[in-house]
């Protein structure tokens, strides 16, 4: 008894001092960020922690400039209207994978696969030319079309998953019951598989909403470039301070939306939903 | 209400597997027809084909004297409730019901009224509003039911609805069913593998092997007349005896003893000798001492020492080992009791069992005396597995199984 209660004491000492470490090694940068965003230009050499003088200037001086608000808006609507159609065909491609026996499944599965593990420097030379000559290079289209793309695959992949954990008598219950595929997909299924499309467009929300190379090789001007590409052409108020102030205001603020959108969504993120629909 | 005629309705998987062959049977309308056999006997995919979830490879498939081949489910007007339930976890016991209705644009009124009905005739109205991963087994299986009732459709399809219950409820609800189908004069094809609900069940019971017919029957009938070895060994519990004998100078040979033969087995007997298998059900032993005398020329008398006497309060069961000669056909048997899943049909070993009366004063190794009443001898050909008691031996052209196939 008394060696296994040491253990377990040790175990969680362990435990905490590891879990604490890793805390520590992610939460400072994220601090220190938020605190220069806080920081006057003049106190942004200063070596202490915290601001000795807080000031909400960063902020309002990168929101009234049109160089990130306007990125900023790119990135939501961008990020939206991708995320959307991502997990819109992900679901009916999710669907077929899980309940069809048809011809070209798996190749359709390792192609899935490839495209989501391509590496993406090597795609935006190509792309880069495709998009110049089919007049999408600097739009929205020009975005939007990569980062469905690259979201497809981990939306099928996630949305697969859920759907084979559906019981499929469900589904031939619903069609005894009057409905058509189309009905039973909207009306039973998709309802039971809302936790998967959560998940997912949450990953591919985030995914386009963080991505860079893409956003900095395929736009030119404001109309199309997206925050995080935005931020590396800051400049400062001046031509003459560094931007190092409204740089870390921009990284909060485009953190925002992230957290808002996980935690509204992350209490329908809840396994066992499906329980109840079958015995056994 | 409707009658449904499966019509030489064959089953083919593409990968050349025959799942149902050339079935034909007529439901009349009203009528509760039980669909038993083993597992992969085809019954569930019969089922799946009435529904229309599954395509008919062949023949044709009449409901209420309409060729329902082609249709979609629900262009059949059919009913099923699922061994899983299969209700939907995302809507309210209220809105399980009213699905089907609602999908058929029902006005909400008639909706409410047909649920809350239905709800009443259940017992579920104090459930109405609750989702189903909050109800208990047996309500859930009442609300599958229900959803089911509300439709008053043309047929309902039943497909193991009772197995995941317990064994106290499942008799209850078994007997619900009963009075619901007979309630609602509903035509009812019920699909099981238990033969306990067969037989207490259904107006008549087809029997399925390896996708084939082989007796479509009141339960009564097929236990007292069943068509072949199958049959016989598949209906009733504890198992019919098997044991092989010959038939030759007007008796019957068997391990036993020699046996005096009645009605039909005499005729047939009467050309040549033969090697048959005899099937004994254990009911029809007795402890020879409380035969009366008059009945003892019935049958014959024997001594056998008793292995294993339980007794079950009302009855009990000795079990006692005879050179039986099984040998002869222990495959066929082997085949039969695993076609069948039971252990108990026609096992390879040469133990026999005797259901006596619980007054008998037979003990644990006694060596007793026994009386097998022959007017209940079932007489089988070993090559085809043909009761040869039974004049029209199962449905036309398909009925007798082949043991050794």
């Known amino acids: 008894m008394a060696a296994a209660a040491t253990t377990t004491t040790r175990q969680k000492v362990g435990w905490g001092a590891g879990n604490t470490a890793a805390i520590v090694i992610v939460a400072i940068p994220l601090l220190w960020i938020v605190s220069l965003s806080f920081k006057t230009p003049a106190a942004i050499t200063d070596p202490s922690f915290w601001p000795a003088q807080w000031t909400w200037g960063n902020y309002s001086g990168i929101l009234t400039t049109a160089t990130f608000v306007r990125p900023l808006l790119n990135s939501i609507g961008i990020g939206l209207i991708a995320t959307f159609i991502a997990v819109a065909f992900a679901s009916m491609a999710a669907y077929a994978v899980a309940r069809l026996a048809f011809p070209g499944k798996r190749l359709l599965v390792a192609g899935a696969l490839l495209v989501s593990i391509f590496p993406q420097i090597s795609l935006v030379t190509p792309l880069y030319n495709i998009e110049r000559v089919l007049k999408l290079f600097n739009t929205w289209p020009g975005l939007i079309l990569p980062y469905v793309a690259f979201g497809l695959p981990m939306a099928v992949y996630i949305l697969a998953a859920f759907f084979q954990q559906i019981p499929w008598q469900l589904e031939k219950a619903a069609k005894v019951d009057g409905a058509t595929p189309w009905q039973a997909f909207t009306k039973v299924i998709a309802p039971l598989a809302a936790p998967g499309m959560v998940t997912s467009a949450i990953l591919v929300f985030m995914f386009c909403w963080n991505e860079f190379l893409f956003a900095i090789s395929l736009t030119s001007t404001l109309g199309a470039r997206t925050a995080p590409a935005a931020l590396a052409f800051f400049s400062g108020s001046s031509q003459f301070t560094t931007p190092t102030g409204p740089i870390a205001a921009a990284a909060v603020v485009i953190t925002i939306p992230i957290i808002i959108f996980v935690s509204v969504f992350q209490r329908r993120i809840v396994s066992g939903l499906t329980s109840g629909a079958v015995k056994g | ?405």
């Open chain 2, 1 to 405: 209400m409707a009658d449904i005629v499966l019509d030489q309705v064959t089953k083919r998987y593409p990968d050349g597997t025959l799942a149902v062959d050339k079935l034909s049977l007529d439901i009349a309308d009203g009528e509760l027809v039980i669909l038993v056999g083993p597992s992969g006997c085809g019954k569930s995919t019969t089922l799946n084909m009435l529904a229309g979830l599954e395509d008919i490879t062949e023949g044709e498939l009449r409901i209420g004297g309409k060729v329902v081949n082609d249709k979609t489910p629900r262009d059949r007007d059919i009913a099923m409730v699922f061994q899983s339930y299969a209700l939907y976890p995302h809507m309210t016991v209220r809105e399980n019901m009213g699905f089907a209705l609602k999908l058929a644009k029902t006005p909400k009124g008639i909706i409410n009224q047909k649920v809350t009905e239905a709800a009443e005739s259940l017992g579920l109205t104090d459930l109405l509003d609750r989702k189903p991963a909050n109800l208990s087994g047996g309500q859930q299986q009442r609300v599958a039911m229900g959803r089911a009732i509300v439709r008053d459709p043309a047929a309902f399809l039943m497909d193991e609805p009772l197995s995941n219950l317990d064994a106290k409820l499942r008799v209850q609800m078994r007997l619900e069913v009963a009075k619901l189908q007979k309630r609602l004069g509903a035509t009812m094809v019920y699909v099981t593998h238990d033969q306990t609900e067969a037989m207490t069940l259904g107006d008549r019971v087809a029997i399925l092997r390896a996708g084939v017919l082989q007796q479509a029957a009141p339960p009564q009938e097929l236990y007292d007349r069943p068509v072949n070895l199958f049959v016989a060994g598949f209906i009733g519990s504890p198992a019919m005896n098997f044991m092989s004998g010959t038939l030759a100078g007007g008796s019957l040979r068997t391990a036993l003893g020699d046996m005096p033969v009645f009605g039909r087995v005499r005729q047939e007997l009467s050309t040549t000798s033969q090697d048959v298998i005899v099937g004994i059900r254990p009911e029809n032993f007795q402890d020879a001492a409380l035969v009366p005398a008059d009945l003892r020329p019935n049958g014959i008398t024997f001594q056998a020492t008793i292995d294993v006497l339980e007794s079950l309060g009302a009855e009990k069961y000795a079990y006692f080992t005879k050179d039986l000669g099984k040998a002869k056909f222990v495959a066929e048997l082997e085949e039969l009791a695993r076609d069948a899943g039971r252990a108990d049909a026609g096992a390879s070993d040469e133990t026999v069992v005797a259901r006596l009366d619980s007054s008998t004063r037979i003990s644990e190794g006694d060596n007793a005396q026994l009386w097998a009443d022959a007017r209940w001898l079932h007489v089988f050909d070993p090559a085809t597995g043909r009761n040869l008691a039974v004049a029209d031996a199962g449905a036309p052209g398909h009925g007798a199984t082949t043991p050794s196939g």
